[in-house]
């Protein structure tokens, strides 16, 4: 689903100022060359199929560097429970080479503040797979609150949250 207006703009933004415990922020543009609805489809076939159904987008209009029409899509999760089973659904869909790839760069990938950032290919989320990727990709901002120092402490996080 997508929002156009400028409320749902100003509540992303104002939940981010805040620091309102949202566990996930997800983010694709559409550049003046590509569809819109298959950007939004993109971000949409990552996410678990229920949470897809009722994850609201907000829709801004950019103009880029040369003026051209760019549009970004913006989601946040706010319950921990979508957010976490949306991370396990992203890693359980990884293939063999993405995963081992994430495993070498993992602290690339988190901050300080307990982020751990993930980018994805858009064009390959749109066919329906889950490949790492960093050049227009869709993005997520995953925020747990604490570092981790790798992706199998992640993992074990992940599965210790299921059993919980």
């Known amino acids: 689903m997508v929002k156009n207006s400028n409320d749902n703009r100003k509540k992303l933004q104002m939940s981010k100022r805040r620091n309102v415990a949202h566990v996930a922020e997800i983010s ?3 550049h003046a060359t590509e ?3 298959k950007a939004l489809a993109a971000a ?6 229920l949470l897809a159904e009722r994850t609201v987008f907000a829709r801004v209009a950019m103009e880029g560097h040369h003026r051209n029409p760019i549009l970004q899509f913006e989601a946040v999760i706010e319950e921990r429970k979508d957010g976490i089973e949306t991370l396990r659904k992203l890693l ?7 995963e081992d790839l994430l495993r070498k760069e993992f602290l690339k990938n988190v901050d300080r503040k307990g982020n751990i950032y993930l980018r994805f290919d858009k064009q390959q989320a749109f066919l329906g797979k889950t490949v790492l990727g960093s050049g ?3 993005s997520f901002r995953f ?19 299921r059993d919980a």
């Open 92 to 98: 359980a869909d990884l293939s063999s080479v993405d």
């Open 143 to 161: 925020r747990l609150g604490f570092r981790l120092s790798s992706l199998e402490e992640l993992k074990a996080l992940l599965e210790a949250k």
């Open 44 to 49: 949409q076939r990552l996410l678990p199929s």
């Open 35 to 37: 569809d819109p609805d």
């Open 28 to 30: 694709v543009f559409a």
């Open 136 to 138: 227009d990709p869709v």
